[in-house]
């Protein structure tokens, strides 16, 4: 079955196929570093590392290019008002993202470009549209000639008519048109900057994108991707200005994943409601953060609380017990029952549902449907009186394909937590179970409630999570 994407461009599912037969070139903005990354930086590149990862199960080379915005009027701001070099500062908040976005299990890129370290490859597009008459200077800035392209708007679906009735012209900027927007910014006094034909400056935010997409993909690329705020203007200038260079499309499909309220707000830094990812992974797991974003379709608005992330960790738990549990049960498994073909092909016909479910713009929200049915399935099968490897084994791998895809770790996090105390007080209590002295174990399960444990009587034995 082909895998189908939802294309911003023309507003429908279409079927995926790649320039090149078995490989993809994909490109996701990255963040402009001048702060931690906030959630809503954290659902693009959760979201788009998924579809690499499901890409790459289907068998795909993914060149997937994620960029660093590191020089910027929000990261210079940020630089002055903490009296620290723009270098030093990004650098820092570089490697924070690192730090976020890996337990978050979001794979590092193919490449991570920085801006500062492709100046060139960005001055050399801009004297490209200024030689092909898309663009000109005004007193050491450079502006694209909007209206020169003809078809902009058609990412965003809106006609230039309409766009050009609410631009206006700021103060400072020497724009021929309103719609016109800057290529490149003469330096201010003070301000970092590069040499260029036209003087010091440094580049504006839409071209740095199309530049580095160019180099690390080629003209033409598969997939472009980002946060629906990304959608106009960022997206739909990265269009016009590099359609109108190279003379040929940007990209196939484009993907946008939704936005993110807080508490059915809208995240804002004026509402107090900005939660970073840095404070959200000091108090939840980071594991839960991201089963919690892949619980919608990525095209949906989400909605975070506290609320809904406990029930993401409760679900989650659920799935991971059921793969605990027959991680258990293997080691008492030896025999071949009769109906191995039977719950094999159950497992089987549920592979094949997972992957339809990804395979329809890439939908993990049924697909974690899917998963609890597996769970359900493999819940049921540990009832059976006898059990085969064969079986159980197939249950978990399928089970570490599928959370693999996700990105989300089988593993439950508190089971490291279990100290040499607990452990005997459960062995106890399993003694005294044994030994029908219901006083001494009702009194040590008390006890293990009083430490924060949950204990769990299951025919495989008994299972323990914190409360």
């Not at 990304?230 to 936005?259: C, D, R, V």
């Not at 738990?317 to 049960?329: F, M, P």
């Not at 479910?357 to 939908?363: G, I, L, Q, R, S």
Request: aromatic share 12%; glycine share 6%.
């Amino acid at each position: 079955m082909p895998i189908k994407i939802y294309n911003t461009l023309t507003q429908k599912k279409e079927t995926f196929v790649p320039i090149e037969e078995g490989k993809v070139k994909m490109y996701v903005c990255g963040p402009t570093v001048y702060n931690y990354i906030h959630i809503g930086n954290a659902r693009p590149a959760i979201v788009f590392d998924t579809v690499r990862r499901y890409l790459e199960y289907r068998g795909y080379e993914v060149n997937y290019i994620s960029n660093f915005t590191d020089v910027d009027d929000k990261i210079i701001r940020a630089a002055n008002e903490q009296k620290e070099d723009v270098f030093t500062l990004a650098e820092r908040y570089i490697q924070a993202y690192f730090e976020d976005i890996t337990a978050l299990g979001c794979k590092h890129a193919s490449h991570h470009p920085r801006v500062t370290e492709n100046m060139n490859e960005i001055i050399d597009f801009v004297q490209g549209l200024i030689d092909k008459g898309y663009a000109y200077e005004s007193d050491g800035d450079v502006y694209f000639k909007t209206k020169k392209f003809a078809e902009y708007g058609k990412l965003s679906h809106q006609s230039i008519d309409d766009l050009h009735l609410g631009a206006r012209i700021e103060v400072g900027e020497k724009k021929q048109d309103p719609l016109d927007f800057a290529l490149w910014k003469a330096a201010k006094p003070g301000e970092v900057y590069w040499d260029s034909p036209w003087g010091e400056g440094r580049p504006g935010w839409h071209i740095e994108c199309s530049a580095m997409a160019r180099k690390y993909l080629g003209d033409t690329i598969d997939i472009h991707a980002g946060g629906q705020d990304l959608s106009f203007p960022h997206h739909e200038n990265e269009i016009a200005q590099t359609e109108s260079l190279t003379g040929k499309p940007f990209a196939n499909y484009w993907m946008h994943n939704g936005y993110i309220n807080i508490n059915n707000e809208k995240m804002s830094k004026s509402l107090g409601n900005f939660v970073l990812v840095h404070e959200i992974i000091k108090k939840h797991d980071p594991n839960v953060l991201r089963f919690f974003m892949l619980s919608v379709h990525y095209r949906h608005p989400i909605n975070y609380s506290n609320e809904v992330l406990n029930n993401a960790k409760s679900s989650l738990e659920r799935l991971q017990t059921s793969y605990s549990n027959l991680k258990y049960r293997l080691d008492l498994s030896t025999d071949i029952t009769n109906d191995d073909e039977k719950w094999l092909e159950q497992i089987n016909d549920l592979r094949k549902q997972f992957i339809k479910e990804m395979d329809d713009d890439f939908n993990t929200a049924n697909a974690i449907s899917v998963l609890f049915e597996l769970a359900k399935s493999a819940n049921y099968y540990l009832m059976e009186k006898t059990t085969s490897t064969t079986v159980i084994k197939q249950y978990m791998k399928t089970f570490e394909e599928y959370f693999d895809v996700l990105g989300v770790s089988l593993e439950q996090g508190e089971s490291d937590l279990l100290d040499e105390e607990i452990e005997q007080l459960i062995t106890k209590r399993n003694e005294a179970r044994k030994n029908r002295d219901f006083k001494t174990a009702d009194e040590i399960r008390d006890k293990l409630k009083a430490l924060n444990i949950v204990l769990e009587d299951t025919p495989q034995g008994t299972r323990w999570k914190r409360g």
